[in-house]
């Protein structure tokens, strides 16, 4: 009998992936995804959160128009289009929800940089889908979703965040986040 809850549409906007430890190799190893966007119509797109470029927007972009934006770090949101340079705003709302604006301009970047409680991040990359690419992977445990906590923005978002939102879900993924990267080397 099969169960009829599989093919069930899955909802991800707004939710976190967290890689599995078997996508080891390349851009995705102890990824940290934001999905800001997910349909299945239309796939999904987000921005991988904990992997900096050790470069700040004033080490690419040196305008005055960008010299308020100059300290802000970049980091790589994914393989997709790392050819440009863009700017996000996250925030948390009243009610305890998580909001973002992507790809957003540099006067709205400006603007939203000053505001109290809202991170503004530039990212090379994003990471993108194509529809029902993402729930298959998710299907075959390739991802691991959670929704963000109220701590997500004031953590340091680098390569530790990963193991830090993982050992927060369950005994189970306490092991998975520390574990080695090679099992076999222990």
């Known amino acids: 009998m099969s169960d009829p809850g599989a093919n069930a549409p899955i909802q991800l906007q707004g939710k976190i992936l967290l890689a ?3 996508l ?3 851009i995705f190893d102890r990824s940290v995804i934001l999905l800001a966007d997910h349909s299945a119509e239309e796939g999904a ?3 991988i959160l904990n992997h900096p470029t050790g470069h700040n927007v004033g080490d690419f972009l040196k305008e005055e128009a960008f010299e ?3 300290n802000i770090a970049v980091h790589l949101g994914g393989p997709v289009s790392k050819e ?3 700017f996000s705003a996250f925030w948390w709302t009243e009610d305890e929800r998580l909001k973002w604006h992507v790809r957003i301009p540099v006067e709205q970047a400006i603007r939203r940089s000053r505001q109290p409680g809202t991170l503004v991040r530039a990212f090379v990359g994003y990471s993108g ?3 029902g690419q993402l729930e ?3 299907r075959r445990n390739t991802w691991i979703t959670t929704r963000p906590t109220a701590d997500l923005l004031g953590q340091s978002h680098d390569r530790d965040l990963w193991a830090g939102i993982l050992r927060s879900l369950s005994p189970y993924h306490r092991v998975l986040a520390e574990a ?3 099992p076999r080397s222990n």
């Open 20 to 22: 599995d430890p078997s």
């Open 45 to 47: 797109f987000g921005l």
């Open 136 to 138: 298959g992977e998710i």
């Open 24 to 26: 080891h190799d390349g």
């Open 84 to 86: 440009h340079l863009t």
């Open 180 to 182: 080695p990267d090679d």
């Open 68 to 70: 308020p934006l100059k």
């Open 129 to 131: 889908w194509t529809a």
